[in-house]
C-alpha cells in the first residue's frame, strides 16, 4: 500500500511539472484564446444564419443537416482557430512541442462531426454504433496504435474465401456510406423527377423507383468490387440463396413484380379512386410491395400489388373522373310529371359538385307504383374521392327543398288494417238457447 502511494505522489509530481513547463502553459493559453472568441462569433453568426436557413422549403433532408451543423458552430469555430494557431506555430517552430494543440483540434472537429452526424440519423441504433466507431477510430489515432491495430486485423483471414477482417469491415463501413448516399440520393432524384409535370404519375413512380433502385445496387456492386471477392467460392452460397428466395419469397418477389407491371401499364396511378372488394377509396401512393389506399373514413389500407393483377378492380377515374350516380323518388299521384321532371333536374344541377354543365343532370319516369309515380334521377360528378354517399345524400335535401316549395308532395304506403273481435263457442251455445226460448 504504502508502495502504491509512493508510485502515486511520484507520477503527480511528474505530471504537474510537466503541466507546469513554458510549452505546454503556452498551448493551453492558445487554446484558452481560441475557445472564447469562438463562442461569441458563433453566437453572432448563428442568428444571421438562422433567418435563411428557415426560409428552406420542400427539402427537409437538407435543413437536418444544415440545423444540426448550425446549433454546433462554435466548435467548428475552435477547431478553425486551433488549427491555425497549430499552423502558426509549426512555421514559427516555438514552441518546439505542440501536440497538446493539434490533440485538441483533432478531439474538437471529431467532435463536430460525430455529433453532428448522429443527430442526422433518425435512428438511434446506427446513431449509437457510428458514434462508437468514430470514437473508437479517433483514439486509436491519438494513442498513435492505428498501424498496430490494422495489421492484427489484415492478419486475421476468414479461410473460405480469404479475405482479411479489416478488408472486410472497411468494406462493410464503405458499403454503409454508399448505401446511405445513394438512398438519400435516390430520394432527392425522386422527388425532382415527381414535379415534371410532362410526365404521367404512374411514369414519375417508376422512373423513382428505378433510379433508387439502380443506385442501391450499383452501391452494392462497388462494396464488393472493394471486398475483392471470388465469386466462384460463393456459389453454394448463392444458391442457397435462390432457393430461400424460391420458396419462402415467393409473395414478396410476386408483389415486386405486380408492381412494376402495374406502373408499366398504368391501370391504376396515385388519386385514381378505386373499389377492390369492400375497399372504396382514392390510391395514395404505390410503392414496391404494396399500394395505399385511403378510404372515406381515414383509414389507409395497404393491399398486396398481386391483388391488383389477379383480382378484379373497379378505377372509377381510369379514362377520366366522371362517375354517373343514380338517385330514385317517388311523387304522389296528384303531381303533374313534366313538372316533377323539370324541378328535379333544376334542383340537382344547384349542387356544387354535380357537373350541370358537360354532363347536365337527367330525370326519367320509370313507372307507376302503388303509392306513387316513381323517377330516377341521374347525374354526373367529377370527384369521387371526395364520396358519393355525401352527394346522393345533398342531392336528395336539394330535392325535397324544391318540391316542398312547389306543393309537390312525396307519398308513403297506406296500410287497412280491420280489426276482429273474436268469438266463443260458449256464446254460439248462449245464442243459439235464446232463439229456441223466443220459438
Known sequence: MGRLLEQAKALYEVSLGHLSSPEVLIQLGVIG???????????????????AVRRIRGMPGLLRVIVAFLRRLQWLFIATFLGIAYIAIRVAGWPENSNLIYGAMLLTAAWLFISAISRIMRRKTFAKLFALVAWVYVAALLLGVTDDIRAI?????????????????SSLIAI???????????????SRIQTVEDLTPSLRVLLGKITRISLMVFAVLIGMQLLNLNLTALTVLSGAVGVGIGFGLQKVVSNFISG????????????????????????????????????????????????????????????????????????????????????????????????????????????????????LLRFWIDDPQRGLTNIRGAVLLALWDTFKENGINIPFPHREVIMRTPVTVQQHKGDDADQEGSD
Open 153 to 169: 486485423l489484415d492478419s486475421a483471414k476468414i479461410p473460405v474465401i480469404d479475405i482479411s477482417l479489416w478488408r472486410i469491415i
Open 260 to 375: 412494376i407491371i402495374i406502373l408499366m401499364d398504368e391501370s391504376i396511378k396515385p388519386g385514381d379512386t378505386i373499389t377492390l372488394g369492400d375497399t372504396f377509396g382514392w390510391i395514395r401512393e404505390l410503392r414496391a410491395r404494396f399500394v395505399s389506399v385511403v378510404t372515406r373514413d381515414g383509414r389507409e389500407y395497404l393491399i398486396p400489388n398481386e391483388d391488383f393483377i389477379t383480382t378484379q378492380v373497379v378505377n372509377w377515374s381510369f379514362s377520366n373522373n366522371f362517375v354517373r350516380l343514380d338517385v330514385p323518388f317517388g311523387v304522389s299521384y296528384s303531381s303533374d310529371p313534366h313538372e316533377v321532371t323539370r324541378l328535379a333536374k333544376e334542383a340537382a344541377a344547384a349542387v356544387d359538385r354535380v357537373d350541370a354543365v358537360f354532363q347536365p343532370p337527367v330525370c326519367w319516369m320509370t313507372e307507376f307504383g302503388d303509392s306513387s309515380i316513381n323517377f
Open 176 to 190: 454503409g456510406i454508399l448505401l446511405w448516399l445513394s438512398l438519400k440520393l435516390g430520394n432527392l432524384l425522386d
Open 33 to 51: 484564446a481560441a475557445v472564447i472568441p469562438a463562442w461569441l462569433l458563433s453566437g453572432l453568426v448563428e442568428k444571421k444564419i438562422e433567418g
